[in-house]
C-alpha cells in the first residue's frame, strides 16, 4: 500500500448491499444521454457506453463527432469523471464502395484510437457488419458446447439432454440470428451444428 493519502468526496463502494453500488452508478451518469445532438445518439447500457454519429456529409460528420466528443469530456470533468482513453476507441461503419476517412479524434493531446470491430451485449459488430467476427466466436462456443453434449449424453436422461441442448447450443446459435443469420459466414454454424442436431434429435424421438 502507497504511503500517501487523499480525501475522496465521492465513491461508490463495491459489494454494497442490494448491489446498490450500479443502481447509484446509473442515477449518477443518467444525464449523460441529454448530450445527444442531432445526428447524435448516446446507448448507456450499466457502465457501457456507446456513441453512434451519423451524417452524409463528410465535413458535418468530422464537425459532429468533435463536439460531441468535446462535449463528453467537459462533461466527465464537471461530473469529477475521468476518461479512459486507453480503452475508448471509434469504429468506422463503410459500404463496400466506401474507405475510412482518416479522423484525428482527440481532446488535450489525448487521441483515440480506431478499431475494426466492438462488442456489445455480446454480439460483435465489425466495420463493413459482415458478422464475420460475431460467427467465428459462435463457432468457438459451439464446439465447445457440442463437445459437452458428446460427453454426457451417455450419462443423463433423454430430457436431460433435451434441457443442456436447449440451454448451451440452441441459445448460442439464435442469440442475436436477426443480424448475422443471413450473412454467408452464418452457413458454417449451422453445417457445424447439423451433425449434431441429428444425434441428439434421435434421443429424443
Not at 26 to 46: E, F, P, R, S, V
Not at 148 to 154: E, F, G, K, N, P
Not at 182 to 188: A, I, L, T
Request: proline residues 0%; positive net charge.
Amino acid at each position: 500500500m502507497s504511503e500517501h493519502t487523499k480525501n475522496m468526496y465521492f465513491s461508490v463502494h463495491q459489494g454494497t448491499y442490494g448491489n446498490s453500488g450500479t443502481h447509484f452508478f446509473l442515477i449518477y451518469i443518467n444525464d449523460l444521454q441529454k448530450l445527444a445532438t442531432i445526428g447524435t445518439k448516446i446507448l448507456l447500457y450499466a457502465d457501457d457506453t456507446r456513441i453512434i454519429v451519423t451524417s452524409s456529409n463528410l465535413e458535418n460528420f468530422e464537425t459532429q463527432i468533435n463536439k460531441i466528443f468535446g462535449d463528453i469530456n467537459n462533461w466527465f470533468k464537471i461530473n469529477q469523471l475521468i476518461l479512459n482513453y486507453n480503452r475508448t476507441y471509434y469504429l468506422q461503419f463503410n459500404t463496400k464502395n466506401s474507405k475510412d476517412h482518416d479522423l484525428k479524434l482527440n481532446y488535450q493531446g489525448n487521441y483515440i484510437v480506431s478499431s475494426t470491430n466492438t462488442k456489445f451485449l455480446g454480439l460483435i459488430i465489425d466495420d463493413s457488419l459482415s458478422w464475420k467476427a460475431h460467427i467465428d466466436q459462435i463457432m468457438s462456443k459451439l464446439q465447445t458446447a457440442c463437445f459437452v453434449i458428446r460427453m454426457i449424453q451417455a450419462m443423463v436422461s433423454q430430457e436431460t439432454l433435451r434441457r443442456v441442448y436447449f440451454a448451451y447450443v440452441h441459445s448460442i446459435m439464435s442469440y442475436g440470428i436477426i443480424f448475422g443469420g443471413n450473412q454467408p459466414h452464418s452457413e458454417k454454424i449451422f453445417q457445424n451444428s447439423k451433425e449434431g442436431d441429428q444425434n441428439y434429435y434421435k434421443f429424443w424421438s
